[in-house]
């Protein structure tokens, strides 16, 4: 599965967050800190759900850059 993660720069760090498995966050010193430490919290959080007996989520958001003049 292919999931979208959002990564952000935050005051002294970057967090992550993926928008189709609400509550599956990450923070990291880097970006890409980050990009290890959320790849481990998704696994860890489909795990969880496959624990619980609870269903995956089907990946279904997109992301696109838009160009705007500045």
């Known amino acids: 599965m292919r999931y979208a993660v959002v990564i952000e720069r935050a005051a002294g760090n970057f967090s992550a967050y993926v928008p189709d498995l609400p509550g599956c966050i990450a923070t990291g010193k ?21 624990e619980d007996g609870l269903p995956i989520p089907a990946p279904s958001s997109q992301v696109e850059y838009v160009e705007v003049a500045a």
């Open 30 to 50: 880097t970006f890409g800190d980050t990009e290890v430490e959320i790849r481990a919290a998704i696994a860890f959080h489909l795990d969880g759900l496959r």
